[in-house]
Structures are given as structure tokens and as C-alpha cells.
């Protein structure tokens, strides 16, 4: 069989399990769509702009570890390039394949389409440089292969998005065929780094009594997290989450404390980490919003870190040591807790209902959306106090929560959750989201009714932006408001199934659940209607510091 360009990448992105690719049309990579389509198990779902497109593939690499968006040269890679840095900040690898001018057209001096005006082609490429671990550009057929498996083999070694432009003349032209796909896989851990590694542990854990495991964000990305809850079963020690790690650890599991948070941790966790004696950081991403301000920094003697690929512990750090190798050799070499940490009660968030009659509240409206939350459910939880809602909510195991902590876009939810509801539809999407986030990507909703996703949507109508009201008031937070429920007959239009409804009180939000719930052929959004003052309290607590760090005067000399 003759493979073109295009095939080749086809068949590279099946291999690493990316079945469907997001994409929007331009003329730049129309070839490129036609020879991805060639490929019997590959699906392209359309998306209603780049930045979305960007947005679904993150989304679904979440639910399938590597996503994949295409989009057109100049005008649509650029938007795409936002969502691309938000899966660099996440740990995520997504591939962004371009399509890209004639080749023949390369120094001629000719003015193109899409393009800043001038003659050099090369500004996509150096600005998709800065957000990625690799960045190809493909303008003739013999070094596509090496090029798209360096671009593949990156993105999964490094769980960081790469970058590829494909020359619209060059999609489909012939190439070789490609070899195994173990060559692209995760190769090992250096030994005797790891070994040096565990030594230091081992010596600097002596004689330390209360020792606390902190479970950050990037343990997903080394795909670690039942090392760490093997090594938390053999030791005993009691383990912690950041607040971007929510899920990332069994609240099942018989050492689970709770969340750290600085001042707004669970209650007494706070006391526990900042009192250890030893304190094990794994994967940890500590920056204003995760440290509180910087009030809640892990830093000196007491404090291991050990990240994806490197353990530093006691003044000394470890290159080439992958995450899950450390857990598994730190299991290996401690001796067993005896005896065994008695198991907890999981955690549910269980106020006592309101009454039905009264207008619905932030508390009422979570005890519900806790009902809904089974092994199989996914909850994307959008920038604002959809975070600290869905920080709340105790999670049975299998539970996934979906959070953009690090970037912190606002509207990532909405083609973030279609894109995850896409490459995992045997689970229960829910997405918590603000009205003021809504309003940037809402177009994606009609997507989930174009590919008839069950996607339950809880929206909190407060009409602004609670978190920035939270942060630093003004009139910029203040948003006009839209018949958000009403939008689903617009995104139905002649033949969809998306179901749009209001609930301003308990008890219509049960009825508004009911219906949502026997709705399984399409989308249903739930305008729940709050009052603008209505939020979490640990967002009040929270914003409060984080104003303070942002409001702190400039360094004289």
C-alpha cells in the first residue's frame, strides 16, 4: 500500500489511541482533511471555531491521554495557539496539526492569504514554538515520517503539546510507510539516578516521625497516581491534595486527609502538612493561586519534590527519574505500616436541604449536583467559584473532576467537557459553569447536540464574573445577561434534542435534574438562577488574600 503524508498521520494517531481528531475547515487544509478521512477508524468532529477546536482536543486528552486538532494556517492556528498553551500549563498532550501554504510558494517573495502581510511564513512556527515541547513544519514528503514521530514522540514523553504544519501541496503526496509505534513509547528510568535518588530518601526520612504525602496536579501526567496510593497503603502515611489534584487520589483510600489549601484547607489539613516533619510534594504546581498568595509555599529542608521526571530531596536533585519508579522503589524499600491505617468515612457534601419552596442557593443547588455524582461521572468545573463548588464534593472512586487551574481560561469548560465527552461517552458529563464563562465559547454546546452527547450542564446565573467580584470589584465584572436556557432552541434549530431549562428554586432544579437525567439524547442545560452575592465562602476567604498578594506596592530600591 502506498501511504501519502497525511495517511502516515492518520495512522501514527491511531496507533497512540486518538480515534477522533477536532477540526475546522480553511482552504490550507482541506487535502490534509480528505487523506485524514481515509482512514476506516478515524472520525473528524468539527468544531465552530479554532479556539474551541483547541479547547475539545485538550478536552478529550484528558479522557484518552493525546488529543488531536487541525486547523488552517494564519487565522485559525493563531486562535487554536491559546487553548495549546492551556495544555502546556496542564500537562496535556495535544497535537496541533496545521495546514500550511503551497511549499512552491516558500521564497518567492509572493504575499499570501492569511498571513501577516509579509513574505516570511515562519511566524506560526516560532510563536507555536513557545507553547509546545516540539514544533515541525513539513514542506516536502521524505522527512514527514521523522518529522511527525519526533512531533508524536515528544508530546507523549513529555505529556506536553507539540506543534505540526503540513504544506497544503504536501498532504498528499507519497511517503513510507510507518514502522512499529513502540519506537515513540516513554522510555525508561535511569537507574542509577533513581537508585542515588532513593538512597538520599531513605537517609533524609530517618528518624522523621510525621510524614505527609501532597498530591499535586502533574502526578496524572506521570501517570502515577496508583503508585502513590500503593505507597500511601504500605506506609501509611497521610495523604493530601492540591486543589488542581482533586480526583487525581481515591478519597476512598484510608490515608486521605483531605485538600490543602493554605488558609482555606479542609479542616484540620492545614495543621497537618505545615507541622510535618517530612513533607513528600508529588507532582506539585505551585503558583499564586495554588499557594494562596504565596502564603502556603512548601519550601526548605522539610520538603521533597519529587516531579515527573526528577526528585529533589535534601539539597540534592535527581534528573531522569520518573515519578512512578520513585513511588514503586520507595515502596519497595520502607517497611510496611503496622498496623494498617483504619479506613475513614468518604466524604460527601450533605447540608440539610432547603426548603423547596425558597429561591435556589449556591449550597442547595451543589447538595444536588452531589446526588449526581457516581463512579462514572465526570464534572468539568470552569475558571471561578465553579472550582470551589466542585472542591466540595465528596467523590466514590472512579470519580473524575476536570479542573484548568494553572491557565485559568474562562469559558474552557464548555468545548474542554465536549471534547472529554467525545473520547469517553460510556461516563456522565456534567459541567459546572458561570454565566459570564459561558458566554465565550457557547457556541460548542451545539456540537453536543450535533453528536447527541448527554451532557447535563449546570449553569449559575448571577449575571458576572463572581471570582473577579471576588478579587477586585468594579463595573467590568458586570455582564448583560442572556435567556441561556433559551439558546438550546436555537442550537436545535430543525433536528436536535438539546433541552434548555430554568430552575430558580429546589425544587424546580429536582424537576429540572429529573428531566436532564431522561434526556440521553442530547445536551441539557440548567440555568440555575443565584443571587449575585451567593458564593462559596472559601472563594470570599481566598479572594480576599489573593487580592492583597496582587494589590502589594512595587519594590523600591
Known amino acids: 500500500m502506498t501511504f501519502t503524508v497525511g495517511q502516515y498521520l492518520a495512522e501514527r494517531l491511531s496507533q497512540i489511541g486518538i480515534r477522533q481528531h477536532f477540526a475546522v475547515a480553511g482552504d490550507y487544509n482541506l487535502v490534509l482533511l480528505d487523506q485524514l478521512l481515509t482512514r476506516e477508524d478515524t472520525e473528524q468532529i468539527y468544531c465552530c471555531n479554532e479556539l474551541n477546536c483547541g479547547f475539545a482536543a485538550e478536552g478529550y486528552a484528558r479522557a484518552r491521554g493525546a488529543g488531536a486538532a487541525v486547523v ?6 493563531l486562535s487554536a495557539l491559546n487553548a495549546l498553551a492551556g495544555a502546556y500549563a496542564e500537562n496535556l498532550p495535544v497535537i496541533l496539526i496545521s495546514g500550511g501554504p503551497n511549499a512552491n510558494d516558500r521564497g518567492t517573495g509572493r504575499i499570501l492569504h492569511h498571513t501577516l502581510g509579509k513574505t516570511d511564513y515562519d511566524f506560526q512556527f516560532n510563536m507555536a514554538r513557545e507553547v509546545t515541547c516540539a514544533a515541525e513544519s513539513i514542506n516536502e514528503a521524505a522527512s514527514a515520517p521523522a518529522k511527525i514521530d519526533h512531533v508524536i514522540r515528544s508530546a507523549l514523553r513529555e505529556q506536553k503539546p507539540a506543534y505540526l504544519d503540513i504544506a497544503c501541496n504536501v498532504a498528499n503526496a507519497p511517503c513510507s ?50 503508585k502513590a496510593a500503593d505507597l500511601a497503603s504500605h506506609t501509611g502515611w497521610p495523604v493530601t491534595i492540591m486543589a488542581a489534584a482533586k480526583s487525581f487520589f481515591p478519597e476512598t483510600h484510608p490515608s486521605f486527609r483531605g485538600l490543602y489549601w493554605g488558609e482555606v484547607s479542609d479542616p484540620g489539613v492545614q495543621d497537618l502538612v505545615e507541622n510535618a516533619d517530612a513533607l513528600l510534594c508529588l507532582g506539585p504546581v505551585f503558583n499564586d493561586y ?95 467559584d465553579s472550582w470551589f463548588n466542585a472542591l466540595r464534593l465528596g467523590l466514590p472512586d472512579g470519580a473524575r473532576i476536570e479542573l ?18 467525545i473520547g469517553s461517552p460510556e461516563r456522565r458529563h456534567v459541567i459546572l459553569v458561570g454565566d459570564g464563562s459561558f458566554q465565550l465559547t457557547a457556541q460548542e454546546v451545539s456540537q453536543m447536540i450535533r453528536h447527541n452527547l448527554p451532557v447535563i450542564i449546570f449553569l449559575a446565573n448571577n449575571k458576572g ?39 430558580g428554586t429546589g425544587a424546580e432544579l429536582e424537576d429540572a435534574i429529573g428531566k436532564a437525567l431522561a434526556n440521553t439524547d442530547g445536551p441539557t442545560l440548567i440555568e440555575c438562577a443565584l443571587d449575585r452575592e451567593d458564593c462559596t465562602e472559601t472563594l470570599r476567604r481566598w479572594g480576599r488574600i489573593v487580592a492583597a498578594t496582587n494589590s502589594t506596592a512595587p519594590r523600591t530600591a
Open 465 to 503: 464574573y463572581t471570582i473577579e467580584i471576588a478579587i477586585h470589584d468594579g463595573p467590568y465584572n458586570y455582564i448583560k445577561n442572556w435567556n441561556y436556557a433559551g439558546l438550546m432552541d436555537v442550537f436545535n434549530a430543525e433536528s436536535g434534542h438539546g433541552l434548555g431549562l430554568h430552575a
Open 290 to 384: 495554588s499557594t494562596v498568595g504565596w502564603h502556603a509555599l512548601p519550601e526548605g529542608p522539610r520538603v521533597l519534590i519529587a516531579d515527573p521526571d526528577q526528585v529533589t530531596v535534601d539539597g540534592m536533585s535527581f534528573s531522569g527519574v520518573t515519578l512512578g519508579a520513585f513511588l514503586d522503589g520507595l515502596a519497595r524499600t520502607l517497611p510496611r505500616a503496622t498496623p494498617p491505617v483504619p479506613k475513614l468515612a468518604v466524604h460527601r457534601f450533605s447540608p440539610a436541604p432547603a426548603d423547596p419552596a425558597l429561591a435556589l442557593t449556591n449550597d442547595e443547588m451543589m447538595r444536588q449536583i452531589q446526588k449526581l455524582v457516581t463512579p462514572e461521572t465526570t464534572l468539568t468545573a470552569e475558571t471561578g
Open 404 to 421: 484548568e487551574m494553572q491557565w485559568g481560561h474562562i469559558g474552557w469548560s464548555v468545548p474542554s467537557a465536549f471534547g472529554n465527552a
Open 72 to 77: 488552517t494556517f494564519g487565522v485559525g492556528a
Open 177 to 226: 510507510r510507518p514502522g512499529p509505534i513502540a519506537a515513540l513509547l516513554t522510555p525508561a528510568c535511569d537507574q542509577s539516578s533513581l537508585d542515588a535518588a532513593l538512597e538520599r530518601t531513605v537517609s533524609w526520612l530517618k528518624g522523621k516521625k510525621d510524614i505527609v504525602i501532597l498530591v499535586g496536579s502533574r502526578i496524572r501526567a506521570a501517570q502515577a497516581g496508583q
